[in-house]
């Protein structure tokens, strides 16, 4: 398909359709959406006439082959130039098989199986006929309190970068023709994980150089990787909503990036402006978006119903809209959708990848690995003779598939009892109560006295978070808390067992259980993953990739703070007039990188060589299993500038290995660094890495002590290492 011919042939009201995004029942009677409140006025508001329905570009919300085929079937036979439609949808962990949610899956601390999770989506998606996944979403996030926390891969810079890339690698492939390829839309640019208080929708507010050193990397990362979509974000940035930012997308994404792909709104953010105080219609609005260089825009009207005026007016530029259209067309040509625009759609492959036993068994070991066990009082593993009290709210439920969860049914997650009845364990069982509501504690409590140990499976529901799921309370529900309050005077061993989105304040869970399993929501497989690590049969191994507030007041929280002038170790202070708390602690309940095992490692002999060439050095470090079972183990790298023309955080993730370590024996673990780790944004724009001391760190989580110095004898420019940046691929073991 020749583009540039195509585009000539297009009318104006064809063009300007390409840039808009509606729902499936527009084109299809035997779909049904939820057209009630906003998304009823957005429809009626959308400018659709029977004469352009037919021009329009894409359509949000896909979710099986038979309606794929019959929309772009009818779609066609309608459509003047024969461009075909382009079918998007959040796939963010799963499909019709559903895996542990993004903040569950970065716990793994594994980036292979990050990308195999989003090559089987993109499998299960493509098949179904979906074309883009609006996913991943890479916002960097601090602050526990935010719902969308969930979606997210956490609070480090690098780490999220790391697992941006291997999103997109497994949901586009190698070719991007490819039936099974599945275009990634990268989210929200930008910022949108900083939002003021944790609340969704709100104002974001920081400096240039803390945005583009800790915020934007992920984005570019995801770009570099491939990623051909970007979706704007609803916050402002510098007191302008990123959809009408021509820093962000003109100057950043399209200048100093040189993006080229799409960009799309996030659902009605043009329409928004006019909320946030910089639109005063809908035609502004739009006028707004697109000269900010937003391509498409999704469910606002403001496109389809203004921009045509707006171009005759000679407000909006004619090459401002054929840039758009041009890569929209290009993205259409790219999926092969000219040549097939059926492309992916099969039903009958539908049925047989969709909730296949390779599928099922990739997200069973999945949310193995993501779950983190917190704490355990040599209480787990549990013995196969011991008689369980299984007691909670989530203890038979399904609601375990968290937000975003595709087109996945509860009906079909497989329950802790379910699990249980499966592997015929020895157990009784009581409700206690629903999420938030008591039922009868006291059946609970004559359950539990006929048992050896107690199982609690408490959580959040999944309602409670996602999107528009802020809390300011992030404590378990009320009657959850005086329930494991009264299990306890029983005096029997408790292990409470958490489904949960976000970090929780959990000082009362802690208190009160013996053992402590962060599960997050596990998705289809989670009864069954759970099960297993409870009885020793997979061993838990995932760590914290965001830091548990001892207190929401806390909040927000980092792992990597700048250092203050008056810390708490500061010798001959008043310790009045340092900087802290008086009611809690300064650190977090658990911090970042934290993660049990039912192992134990130490970590001894760390060495450190400078190479030759002065601006690398290799280190190396023993780790031996000081346990009985064999184990992985995550080994993490830090390093800290302590003095530099501007102050640093106090450590930073450098790069991690996991390893495989044998009870009882030991392993040697390497890692390389080059100046291109200690680079930083300064003042002015420069990117560089400066003369001095540095300090690496290594161990088990953020807070490890184990440490050497090394120095770098002159300052290093960014573009002497930009081969490095990106490559952490450091660590060996032996």
């Avoid at 996944?133 to 916002?139: I, N, Q, Y």
Wanted: aromatic residues 8%; proline residues 4%; contains cysteine.
């Amino acid at each position: 398909m020749n583009i540039k011919s195509l585009l000539q042939q297009m009318t104006l009201q064809e063009k300007i359709g390409q840039l808009v995004q509606i729902l499936p029942s527009v084109y299809d009677p035997q779909t049904s959406d939820t057209v009630t409140g906003p998304v009823a006025q957005l429809m009626e508001e959308s400018g659709l006439t029977e004469d352009n329905r037919y021009e329009l570009g894409s359509v949000i919300g896909i979710h099986q082959a038979e309606q794929a085929f019959r929309i772009q079937q009818n779609y066609l036979k309608h459509n003047r130039l024969g461009i075909p439609l382009l079918f998007m949808a959040d796939i963010v962990h799963g499909h019709r098989t559903i895996y542990p949610v993004p903040l569950a899956l970065a716990s793994m601390w594994d980036s292979d199986e990050v990308e195999m999770m989003a090559r089987q989506s993109a499998i299960e998606a493509t098949a179904s006929g979906l074309h883009v996944t609006f996913s991943p979403m890479v916002d960097l996030v601090r602050d526990a309190r935010w719902g969308r926390v969930m979606e997210s891969t956490g609070e480090d810079v690098w780490l999220n970068g790391e697992y941006a890339a291997a999103f997109v690698r497994g949901y586009q492939s190698e070719d991007l023709k490819q039936a099974d390829s599945l275009a990634a839309c990268v989210k929200h640019f930008a910022a949108y994980g900083a939002a003021e208080g944790g609340r969704d929708y709100n104002t974001v507010d920081m400096s240039d150089r803390e945005l583009r050193e800790f915020y934007l990397p992920a984005y570019l990362r995801a770009i570099e990787a491939g990623a051909r979509l970007i979706m704007t974000s609803f916050n402002v940035v510098d007191g302008v909503p990123a959809t009408a930012s021509t820093y962000l997308l003109r100057q950043i994404l399209r200048k100093e990036w040189e993006f080229d792909g799409v960009t799309i709104s996030d659902w009605s953010s043009i329409k928004e402006l006019i909320q946030h105080g910089v639109a005063g219609s809908l035609a502004e609005a739009g006028e707004k978006g697109i000269k900010a260089g937003v391509d498409i825009d999704m469910m606002s009207g403001a496109y389809l119903n203004h921009l045509e005026q707006q171009i005759d007016d000679q407000v909006v530029s004619m090459d401002l809209l054929d840039e758009a259209v041009r890569r929209i067309l290009m993205l259409k040509q790219d999926l092969g959708l000219f040549e097939d625009p059926y492309r992916g759609i099969d039903p009958e492959l539908e049925k047989r990848v969709h909730l296949s036993e390779s599928h099922r068994n990739t997200a069973r070991r999945l949310a193995e690995k993501s779950c983190v066990l917190l704490k355990n009082d040599q209480i787990l593993p549990l013995a196969e003779d011991q008689r369980i009290a299984l007691i909670g709210p989530f203890a038979a439920s399904t609601d375990v598939l968290g937000p975003w969860a595709g087109n996945g049914k509860r009906e079909e997650a497989v329950s802790i009892r379910e699990a249980f009845d499966e592997a015929n364990v020895d157990y009784v069982f009581a409700e206690g109560s629903t999420i938030d509501t008591e039922i009868d504690w006291d059946q609970a409590m004559e359950v539990a006295a006929q048992a050896e140990v107690i199982l609690l499976a408490l959580g959040e529901a999944s309602w409670m978070s996602g999107e528009a799921g802020s809390r300011t309370d992030i404590r378990l529900p009320k009657t959850q808390r005086d329930g494991l309050a009264r299990l306890a005077t029983l005096g029997k061993p408790i292990v409470t067992v958490l489904f949960n989105g976000r970090p929780l304040d959990l000082r009362d869970v802690v208190e009160h259980s013996d053992a402590v399993l962060e599960a997050w929501y596990p998705g289809t497989e989670s009864g069954r993953a759970i099960h297993r690590l409870l009885y020793g049969q997979a061993i838990p191994s995932g760590k914290l990739t965001i830091s548990f507030p001892y207190h929401v007041g806390q909040l927000p929280l980092r792992y990597d703070a700048l250092p203050t002038g008056r810390p708490m170790t500061i010798e001959g202070a008043d310790p009045r007039y340092t900087s802290k708390y008086l009611d809690a602690p300064n650190e977090a309940l658990f911090p970042f990188g934290f993660g049990l095992s039912y192992s134990h490692f130490s970590y001894t002999q760390l060495r450190l060589h400078e190479q030759p060439q002065g601006t690398t050095w290799e280190a190396s470090v023993v780790v031996t299993n000081d346990g009985s079972l064999d184990a992985e183990e995550i080994v993490q790298w830090y390093v800290q500038d302590p003095v530099a023309d501007v102050s640093r955080p106090l450590r930073q993730l450098k790069g991690y290995e996991r390893v495989l370590v044998k009870a009882g024996s030991s392993r040697e673990v390497t890692f390389r660094i080059d100046a291109s780790m200690l680079m930083y944004q300064h003042p002015d724009d420069s990117v560089k890495a400066d003369a001095g001391e540095f300090i690496l760190y290594v161990g088990t989580d953020s807070t490890c002590v184990l440490h050497e110095k090394f120095w770098l004898k002159q300052t290093v420019e960014k573009g002497q290492f930009d081969e490095h940046i990106n490559d952490r691929s450091t660590s060996t073991t032996r």
